[in-house]
């Protein structure tokens, strides 16, 4: 599996048609990185909520209550405009 970088996903947002847009992306969690989110005239980036969790524990050595409440105060509570990345929460239960 070829890791995600930021290079890959500005790539992919060119090749998108969407090299004009202002699309924001979280840094630091390219491996969780989905794809763009579109809602009415606004695109996003999206990542993978569980997958950026995942991304905390590793990197940082967290625990998954740990990265869990990071993820919700300084990534999920970082509103910065219509352009904040969206995070994705699949529908299944998470890990104990």
Do not use: Q
């Amino acid at each position: 599996m070829t890791k995600t970088t930021f290079k890959k996903i500005n790539r992919f947002i060119i090749e998108a048609g969407l090299g004009d847009e202002e699309i924001l992306l979280a840094d630091g969690f390219e491996d969780a990185f989905i794809g763009i989110s579109r809602t009415f005239n606004t695109h996003t980036a999206l990542y993978d909520y569980d997958k950026c969790v995942g991304i905390l524990m590793k990197r940082d050595k967290m625990e998954w209550e740990e990265a869990e409440e990071y993820m919700h105060y300084n990534v999920l509570g970082a509103y910065v405009g219509e352009n904040t990345p969206t995070f994705l929460i699949y529908p299944y239960e998470r890990p104990a």
